[in-house]
């Protein structure tokens, strides 16, 4: 299995402002993700973390709002610019193991945006 | 595009009864996996399934993969207060990008 770490684990910020999110995994994986889980609602998918390459984004999200950063094999990170109350989720940084056969998920950033 | 339900939205058990949730998909699901969650917090990976008929038991939860592979029921035999909490199903696409897509979730609350 993979620890994964992310931080900060919770964060208040202003509407303007933007926020860089951490993920720090213990090994060294390909696959990268980042997902967002609004308030009462499940996870949806941002992007993907490209290791030397531009991230995959999915539709709905875009560079300029969500910039992410995957340097090498075992961290990430993403940050959400300009940001809005609308904005206010938990953030989960995602690896995949063994081929697809299990997905790990970090232990989530909290953020609230006033 | 592929859609993930979930049944039911929410249930409240009795300690050391026996409950199922059940995930059902608009496609042929490529990979279903299980999660739990806590309130606010991250999600913990239960089971993997890919094969139709498939069935993993780990503890007191069962999932299992039906044989055309679009739906998953995941069985909880004499549930406690400790597995209570958020049950999400995940499924992988055809397109095999390792991306998934989740339902909306079970609250499970369990009375002791």
């Known amino acids: 299995s993979a620890v994964i770490s992310q931080k900060p684990s919770r964060d208040i910020c202003q509407r303007g402002t933007s926020l860089t999110i951490q993920c720090q995994v213990d090994s060294q994986v390909t696959m990268m993700f980042w997902y967002r889980q609004q308030p009462g609602q499940s996870l949806t998918l941002i992007a993907t973390?490209?290791?030397?390459?531009?991230?995959?984004?999915e539709s709905g999200f875009v560079i300029d709002k969500f910039p992410i950063s995957r340097p090498n094999l075992t961290f990430s990170t993403l940050t959400v610019s300009n940001m809005s109350p609308e904005d206010s989720s938990i953030y989960l940084c995602?690896?995949?193991?063994?081929?697809?056969?299990?997905?790990?998920f970090g232990p989530g950033t909290r953020l609230l945006v006033l | 595009s592929q859609e993930l339900e979930q049944s039911p939205q929410s249930l409240i058990v009795q300690e050391g009864k026996n409950l199922t949730i059940n995930c059902t998909s608009s496609?042929?699901?490529?990979?279903l996996y299980w999660y739990k969650q806590k309130y606010g917090e991250g999600l913990i990976f239960l089971m993997m399934?890919?094969?139709?008929?498939e069935e993993k038991s780990h503890e007191k939860i069962t999932a299992k993969l039906d044989e055309k592979k679009q739906q998953s029921s995941l069985h909880i035999t004499a549930s406690q207060p400790s597995h209570a909490g958020i049950y999400l199903c995940?499924?992988?696409?055809?397109?095999?990008?390792?991306?998934?897509?989740f339902g909306q979730g079970t609250t499970l609350q369990v009375k002791p």
């Open positions: 995940g499924a992988g696409t055809l397109s095999n990008t390792g991306k998934l897509i």
């Open positions: 399934l890919q094969k139709g008929g």
């Open positions: 995602s690896v995949e193991m063994g081929g697809r056969e299990t997905q790990y």
């Open positions: 496609k042929t699901l490529y990979g």
């Open positions: 973390a490209n290791q030397g390459s531009e991230a995959t984004y």
